[in-house]
């Protein structure tokens, strides 16, 4: 069956790093363009950052532009998120999705950004 595990959320302080990842399984993840979504409490779950099948194209919301980094690895069927930098306002959920023919989403994996 189809399978989004995240992985790699945690506690960090301001200006710290984490490194996300999404391992996918049962779908062609070559074929899908992916994408993490983060959701705050209280607000609305909003993308964060997208990559094509291909890993030749990215795009990012604009309050994590240049301390977001998507990419992925075909060969693993994993994509992943590089998070510098962070903020308090970064704290979320995070997901992953796979869009395609359907559209698949992960369990989530909670991002704490406090001192």
């Known amino acids: 069956q189809v399978q989004l595990v995240e992985s790699g959320g945690g506690l960090v302080q301001p200006g710290g790093s984490l490194r996300l990842s999404c391992a996918a399984s049962g779908f062609t993840f070559t074929v899908y363009y992916m994408s993490w979504y983060r959701q705050a409490p209280g607000k609305e779950r909003e993308l964060v950052a997208g990559?094509?099948?291909?890993?030749?194209?990215?795009n990012y919301a604009d309050s994590v532009k240049g301390r977001f980094t998507i990419s992925r690895d075909n060969a693993k069927n994993t994509v992943y998120l590089q998070m510098n930098s962070l903020k308090p306002e970064d704290t979320a959920v995070y997901y992953c999705k796979a869009a395609g023919i359907s559209d698949f989403w992960g369990q989530g994996t909670q991002v704490t950004v406090s001192s």
């Open positions: 990559i094509t099948s291909s890993g030749g194209r990215t």
